[in-house]
């Protein structure tokens, strides 16, 4: 499947692709990202993902090298045909073996661009099962999107060997956080909780889209603390992410949710969501 990477404006394949072993973002995990993905080959609710970096930015102090229009041009430059998969990468740049950042000229901005991969739709009509992973959500600096992963990448090797769609992370006193890479939801009599920012969860983009167009639907809206055995309680469960929109969750750890499928307010709000992409698409052409 083709692949495109621009690093610092230079477009090329990924076996071209060289960044220094001196780049602070490979030695220290000194660097940010976003993920966002495009719909008729235009990235979508790019204004939102480029707000949250450059919050992401100023968390760590680091001076991004592209403005927003910049950043737009650059990645529509290495956008591919078809719908993508795009993720900015944005390090400190090349330093000397420390840790101190005073010692790095100049920030390396990468962007790799690869064929989106949808689940398949059997994934929407059947739902997913997910597990509660060992691995805890820290507090700290969760709202900035770093390069320091490893929890993702332990949460997600444990969801595999449970052949699971998704893992749960929890807070230190067993409050529901957010998936590896998605947020989460309860629905119980009709209402929505999701668990809050000061549970460790990343805001997801397509977090507030969708909490949006629940409040305009009428239906409660809850951002508030649930302890993991609610989920034994939960009426419905979902997940939302960039790339994966609104997926239901009808097991955890194996143990049904609700009557095991799909819920109503799940599936209404997948259904809107989509309706909205259009809409949400005309706001982009718009500036």
């Known amino acids: 499947m083709p692949t495109h990477i621009n690093i610092n404006g230079v477009i090329t394949a990924p076996e071209d692709a060289r960044i220094s072993v001196l780049d602070h973002g490979l030695l220290f995990g000194d660097s940010i990202y976003e993920v966002l993905r495009t719909y008729q080959g235009k990235p979508f609710l790019f204004s939102r993902h480029f707000a949250r970096l450059e919050h992401s930015a100023n968390g760590i102090a680091l001076q991004l090298p592209w403005n927003k229009s910049e950043t737009l041009e650059q990645i529509s430059r290495t956008l591919i045909p078809g719908e993508c998969r795009i993720r900015m990468v944005f390090t400190r740049g090349v330093g000397e073996l420390t840790p101190d950042s005073e010692t790095c000229a100049d920030p390396t ?7 989106l991969v949808a ?7 059947d739902g997913v099962n997910v597990v509660i992973s060992s691995v805890r959500r820290s507090g700290r600096h969760a709202d900035i999107k770093t390069g320091s992963l490893i929890h993702q990448v332990l949460a997600l090797r444990e ?3 449970k052949v699971a769609f998704e893992a749960i992370l929890l807070t230190a006193d067993n409050q529901l956080s957010d998936g590896i890479t998605s947020n989460i939801y309860l629905v119980q009599n009709g209402t929505i909780t999701t668990p809050p920012h000061d549970a460790g969860i990343v805001d997801g983009i397509t977090r507030g889209v ?5 409040r305009k639907m009428g239906i409660r809206v809850v951002e508030g603390f649930s302890h993991v055995t609610q989920t034994k309680r939960a009426d419905e469960m979902f997940l939302t992410s960039t790339g994966r929109e ?24 997948l259904e809107a969501y989509r309706a909205a992409v259009p809409s949400l698409l005309e706001l982009l052409e718009e500036g």
Not at 119 to 125: D, M
Not at 252 to 258: C, N, S
């Open 159 to 161: 969801a595999k060997s």
């Open 109 to 115: 901005a990468i962007i790799i661009v690869v064929p």
């Open 119 to 125: 689940p398949p739709e059997s994934v929407y009509a």
């Open 210 to 214: 969708v909490l949006d167009l629940a």
């Open 246 to 269: 609104v997926v239901p969750i009808t097991r955890v750890d194996g143990k049904p949710v609700g009557n095991g499928r799909p819920g109503p307010i799940t599936t209404r709000l």
